[in-house]
């Protein structure tokens, strides 16, 4: 498999901090303190009591297991087409969110539903100097 050359992440007043700490290695989610729900992705309210002032960005474990997962075949997007057949996925955080992302450095046969995964971070280079990165994640 080759890797997926990932577009430049725009990063918009909502996801600068998802973002800034992924350039980081570390998988950046938001708390509302008022009813606990974690969430991602990143929004400018919490998704549930849908008031913005009780949010709070924390560093996740960035562990999880696999929801579930396809096999992409075909995929002629720039970036995305060299690196067929690769596994996508969603991932159920330790924390309780679902991230949709790709399943790296694996055999696709080794890939099951519930298999437990850990982000790892592909860095992206930026005209303006700041240092951003896609998480993707391995089998743990
Ligand atoms: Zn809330």
Redesign the pocket.
Known sequence: MNAINHPAPYASWETRGYWEGTGRNELVLQR?R????VQHRPRGL????L?SE?LEHFVGTGEGEIYTFTITEQNQARGFAQACPYIMAYVTLDEGPRILTVIVDCDPDDVGIGARVTAKYVKQERDDGEVFAVPVFELS
């Open positions: 509302c008022k009813c606990t729900l919490c998704a549930h009591c008031e009780h």
